[in-house]
């Protein structure tokens, strides 16, 4: 069962421009989620997070929205550098339960 | 501080096998996650080892199994390969334990191929 789904396989943006990468849940139970990025022959690496009482967390060109009702999140990246190029994953988990549910990914091309 | 390692980077084997992957988790944390990569997807939960002891398991069959020794480094033992085993096998480490949000650092991978 996939329980975070990110259904966008690629995205390509310009250099300067927004990314915007989004993000769907199924499970009204995840309270917390999470954006990690992945290059080529390394692990993931964590970007940024927000927990459900949040609707918004900035951490300086990345910024995670959470809509809760609709079960949405999404990671707005301003500006695109060409360094940003990696797989970005999304990810969601609920208190007390370790099995954090991860979406297939997303990779993003930023060109110069 | 030295980050998360796992050994080996590749690692190819044939159905009915045995493998154990090794991961040394990052200084000062107590905590490790498995998490099978298959091609195309996100990382799947394996279990997670808390202070030597399992501390939660996702939706694997008894064959994925796993240790974690004293210096919390950890290992994950997978019996009687199938094919569908084949994928990258993340180890990510944190500090902590069930109830908290402790941001997980990971490996590099193992990437097993089974034949």
């Known amino acids: 069962d996939q329980q975070v789904k990110q259904n966008s396989p690629s995205l390509s943006v310009q250099e300067g421009r927004i990314s915007i990468l989004n993000c769907d849940y199924t499970n009204s139970m995840f309270d917390y989620f999470l954006w990690y990025k992945k290059y080529p022959a390394e692990g993931p690496t964590f970007l940024i997070s927000i927990s459900s009482i949040k609707d918004k967390n900035e951490d300086g060109r990345f910024t995670v929205f959470l809509n809760k009702s609709a079960k949405h999140l999404s990671l707005h990246i301003v500006p695109s550098q060409p360094g940003d190029s990696a797989v970005y994953f999304c990810a969601a988990s609920e208190r007390g339960n370790n099995d954090m549910r991860f979406g297939a990914g997303t990779r993003l091309t930023v060109k110069p | 501080e030295t980050g998360v390692t796992q050994s080996p980077t590749h690692l190819i084997k044939t159905r009915g096998q045995q493998v154990t992957l090794r991961c040394s988790s990052q200084s000062g944390h107590n905590t490790v996650s498995w998490y099978q990569q298959a091609l195309g997807q996100g990382p799947q939960f394996i279990f997670q080892y808390y202070r030597e002891e399992e501390n939660g398991r996702g939706n694997f069959p008894p064959r994925f199994s796993g240790l974690q020794f004293p210096n919390y480094s950890s290992e994950l033992n997978v019996n009687a390969l199938e094919l569908d085993d084949s994928a990258l096998y993340l180890c990510?480490?944190?500090?902590?334990?069930?109830?908290?949000?402790?941001?997980?650092?990971f490996g590099p991978g193992t990437r097993l191929t089974v034949l």
């Open positions: 990510a480490s944190s500090l902590g334990g069930s109830g908290t949000y402790n941001e997980q650092f």
